[in-house]
Nanobody
Framework: EVKVVESGGGLVQAGGSLRLSCVVS?????????IAWFRQAPGEEREGTSA????????????TYADSVKGRFAISRDSAKNTVYLQMNNLKPEDTAIYYC?????????????????WGQGTQVTVSS
């Protein structure tokens, strides 16, 4: 069974930084897996057609970013810890959301929410102005 656990959210002022972590158990990072971050802003629904905020394929290290976060967010992985990180810099109030990590085998980036089978519980990120 694949299990996904996120952590690292919190309250930060605009311009600040946070690093989210996503531990994926039940796989190894030698497997053909794609790990992605999605977010759900207040009052919005997470739909199956939602594209990822950021995504990484753990074998060939392909990474993608939504236009809204390019140049500010960086995704990386630590194979020894089965962990994917999302470094978020220069945060803006519009980045406020619940951030979810998701994993799916034999899939591609950027990925769409409806095609990911394993999800974490989410971690809240709040950016104050």
């Amino acid at each position: 069974e694949v299990k996904v656990v996120e952590s690292g959210g919190g309250l930060v002022q605009a311009g600040g930084s946070l690093r989210l972590s996503c531990v994926v158990s039940g796989i190894t990072f030698d497997d053909d897996y794609t790990i992605a971050w999605f977010r759900q802003a207040p009052g919005e629904e997470r739909e199956g057609t939602s594209a990822s905020v950021s995504c990484i394929t753990v074998t060939d290290l392909t990474t993608t970013y939504a236009d809204s976060v390019k140049g500010r967010f960086a995704i990386s992985r630590d194979s020894a810890k089965n962990t994917v990180y999302l470094q978020m810099n220069n945060l803006k109030p519009e980045d406020t959301a619940i951030y979810y990590c998701a994993a799916q085998g034999y899939y591609y980036c950027p990925g769409y929410a409806g095609n990911f089978g394993s999800w974490g519980q989410g971690t809240q990120v709040t950016v104050s102005s």
